[in-house]
């Protein structure tokens, strides 16, 4: 309000000045072509210059305007694109949250026609796609993402490994597992880390599970039950393949390391040898781990 009072007093201020400038002036000009005189006040020639000074601007402004239309109406429609994918895009995250896996799809398959994150589209489609338990029609929204963004090959890489160990296709999975640690420009993430453990336990690969459940630091984000389970898993599987064996069996079962002996390991172990042969090995087996139980 302050600004609009100084301003109108400045304003007021001018006009009263140039009124009476103009008042007092009383000089003319004679514009003269060919036989043609034409005589007008100097007021009149300074108020004509200026109003042709000003209609020539506001006409190269129209101007402008105009041929800039074109690229302002192109880059309107762009815009309503980008935000008609973005919201398909982002119903179609909240439809895979709440389960609707197929309406999922073609709110993606609308994203990625308009061209919004089409990447990010084709991950979020294949990811409802294997909800859905259609490994084909996954496959090919995973088969589009290297084109849409070549930013995002590790990515499908690690959901392809997801995919493949939900299937039970470890062998599979472990081989583009290792693909995906040479795609990957970061350390290994949490989800490559458990697919892998999931493939080598789907492998029996126990020693294999041992050494990397060993490896690991809190800082790989993976939950204490969750590296327990492989543990015991692995062991259990050593157990079974040293059944036949009771020296073997009851020589393993006392090298396991106190810390990664549970509950849950001297029931399996104890279910183990009961249907083996009762010999000095078994009752080794069974000593130890009652001289375990008894410090816990």
């Known amino acids: 309000m302050r600004k609009l009072l100084i301003w109108s007093l400045v304003l007021g201020t001018l006009a009263v000045i140039v009124a009476e400038l103009m008042h007092r002036n009383d000089g003319y000009a004679i514009v003269a072509l060919s036989t043609w005189r034409i005589e007008m006040s100097l007021n009149f020639l300074v108020l004509a210059l200026l109003a042709t000074l000003l209609t020539g601007a506001l006409l190269l402004k129209l101007l402008q305007g105009t041929l800039r239309l074109p690229g302002r109406i192109a880059r309107f429609r762009r815009m309503r694109r980008e935000r008609r994918g973005q919201q398909a895009f982002l119903s179609s995250l909240r439809l895979l949250m709440e389960g609707h896996f197929e309406a999922a799809i073609k709110s993606t398959e609308r994203a990625r026609q308009s061209g919004f994150a089409a990447g ?177």
């Open 120 to 296: 990010y589209a084709d991950l979020l489609a294949a990811r409802a796609a294997q909800a859905l338990g259609d490994a084909d029609r996954a496959a090919v929204w995973l088969g589009r993402v290297d084109a849409d963004d070549e930013t995002l090959v590790a990515a499908r890489l690690a959901q392809e490994a997801e995919m493949l160990v939900a299937r039970r296709q470890f062998e599979a999975a472990l081989q583009v597992l290792m693909l995906a640690d040479h795609a990957s420009r970061s350390k290994r993430s949490t989800g490559l880390i458990r697919a892998e453990l999931r493939a080598l336990l789907g492998t029996e690969r126990w020693e294999d599970v041992l050494l990397q459940v060993r490896d690991l630091r809190p800082r790989d984000g993976l939950s204490d039950s969750f590296l327990a389970h492989c543990r015991r898993q692995a062991h259990l599987g050593n157990l079974r393949h040293y059944q036949s064996d009771s020296q073997r069996f009851c020589m393993y079962l006392t090298q396991i390391p106190q810390k990664e002996c549970d509950a849950d390991l001297f029931d399996a172990a104890d279910a183990m040898l009961s249907r083996m042969t009762a010999d000095e090995w078994t009752a080794k087996a069974r000593t130890f781990m009652d001289a375990q139980r008894a410090q816990r």
